[in-house]
């Protein structure tokens, strides 16, 4: 089998801001080397994780620029398209090739809901003028609409994507994707909680946003899925629950933000609409942090 281009644990980061709410360069400098130095395969700056969309383009490709320069050639960076539409598609994929990025994670047009043969006009449209691999990023539930397996497979065949990040709780669609695409595919987790379940079914790696944290300890548990050892891949997941519960409550990425502070790596507050956790919700992840500080899957800095 040829060699995939993009595996293992990508993480989807949080993008370090000042209080003024300004990008923080010297802290994205720090949570990619954090990441690196901690076992991640690659990097997706300006994802949904990233808060692409509360960004400017400006601020977006500084924020690509920074990662590929920090990154050094160490992973390969998957910048985030999600940009709704072909135009702002077409302008963010072309400003992060320039500063150097090595694939581009791109959502279909979410808000023209297209079917099978508006996807794949899309697609046509959109990538030959990027000029860069593209990973194609299903996500219902940001979304709200389901792309068929079909099309994925369609995509894949007429050289317009290299891969997914299926970021969906729907293990049936994701297996009918893999049965449907190639074993060259870069068939990706999107789902924290299903990672291991994702890997069974043919994942190759994932991109996953508590990666961000602990790509490492999610490494290990893609090798003990693919070895077999499905009953301590479980386990190992389930060890996360508390954290990725946490994690995933109210809005979303300030718990991410929250999580990466309690040890010790201040990245700043979530821009508008997000807001603060609650007091209980901040409560919680502080004790799941807390507690794998502790038992030692979770180091500081």
Same mark, same amino acid.
């Given at each position: =089998? +040829?060699e995939l281009?993009f595996? /293992?644990?990508?993480?989807?980061?949080?993008?370090p801001l000042?209080a003024?709410g300004?990008?923080d @360069?010297?802290g994205?400098?720090r949570?990619?080397?954090?990441q690196?130095?901690?076992?991640a395969?690659g990097?997706?700056p300006?994802?949904?994780?990233?808060?692409?969309?509360?960004f400017?383009? +400006?601020?977006?490709r500084?924020i690509?620029? %920074?990662?590929v320069?920090t990154?050094?050639?160490?992973? *390969?960076?998957?910048? /985030?398209?999600l940009? #709704?539409g072909?135009g702002?598609a077409? !302008?963010?994929?072309?400003a992060y090739? @320039?500063v150097g990025a090595?694939?581009?994670m &791109?959502i279909?047009?979410y808000?023209a809901?297209p079917?099978? !043969?508006g996807?794949?006009?899309?697609?046509? +449209?959109?990538v #030959?003028? $990027?000029?860069?691999?593209?990973?194609f990023?299903d996500?219902?539930y940001?979304t709200?609409?389901v792309?068929?397996p079909?099309? %994925?497979?369609q995509? !894949?065949? @007429?050289g317009l994507?290299v891969g =997914?990040k299926?970021s969906?709780?729907?293990?049936?669609h994701?297996?009918?994707?893999?049965?449907?695409v190639?074993?060259?595919?870069?068939?990706?987790s999107g789902?924290?909680?299903?990672?291991v379940?994702q890997?069974m079914?043919?994942a190759k790696g994932?991109?996953l946003?508590?990666?961000?944290?602990? *790509?490492?300890?999610?490494?290990? &548990?893609q090798?003990?899925? @693919?070895?077999?050892?499905?009953?301590?891949a479980?386990?190992?997941?389930?060890?996360l629950h508390?954290l =990725?519960?946490?994690?995933f409550a109210e809005?979303?990425?300030?718990?991410?933000?929250?999580?990466?502070a309690l040890i010790?790596m201040? %990245?700043g507050r979530?821009l508008p *609409?997000v807001g603060a $956790?609650s007091?209980v919700?901040?409560?919680?992840l502080?004790?799941a942090?807390?507690?794998?500080?502790?038992?030692?899957t979770?180091?500081? *800095?």
């Amino acid at each position: =089998m +040829a060699e995939l281009m993009f595996k /293992g644990l990508i993480p989807a980061f949080p993008t370090p801001l000042n209080a003024d709410g300004s990008l923080d @360069e010297g802290g994205l400098a720090r949570i990619v080397d954090y990441q690196i130095g901690r076992g991640a395969s690659g990097l997706v700056p300006v994802g949904g994780t990233g808060e692409a969309n509360s960004f400017s383009l +400006a601020v977006r490709r500084r924020i690509v620029e %920074i990662t590929v320069a920090t990154a050094r050639g160490r992973v *390969p960076v998957v910048a /985030g398209v999600l940009d #709704p539409g072909l135009g702002g598609a077409l !302008e963010s994929g072309q400003a992060y090739r @320039e500063v150097g990025a090595d694939g581009l994670m &791109v959502i279909p047009p979410y808000y023209a809901r297209p079917d099978h !043969e508006g996807t794949l006009r899309y697609f046509r +449209a959109l990538v #030959p003028a $990027l000029k860069l691999p593209v990973v194609f990023y299903d996500n219902p539930y940001r979304t709200g609409m389901v792309t068929p397996p079909a099309t %994925i497979a369609q995509l !894949e065949r @007429e050289g317009l994507v290299v891969g =997914m990040k299926a970021s969906s709780t729907d293990l049936y669609h994701f297996d009918q994707t893999a049965r449907l695409v190639s074993d060259r595919f870069c068939l990706l987790s999107g789902q924290d909680t299903l990672f291991v379940e994702q890997v069974m079914l043919g994942a190759k790696g994932g991109v996953l946003t508590s990666a961000a944290l602990l *790509p490492g300890y999610w490494g290990e &548990v893609q090798r003990l899925a @693919e070895t077999g050892q499905i009953a301590e891949a479980v386990a190992r997941q389930r060890h996360l629950h508390p954290l =990725m519960d946490a994690l995933f409550a109210e809005q979303f990425p300030e718990a991410v933000r929250r999580a990466f502070a309690l040890i010790g790596m201040p %990245i700043g507050r979530s821009l508008p *609409p997000v807001g603060a $956790l609650s007091t209980v919700a901040e409560a919680r992840l502080a004790e799941a942090v807390a507690r794998l500080v502790e038992d030692g899957t979770l180091a500081p *800095p």
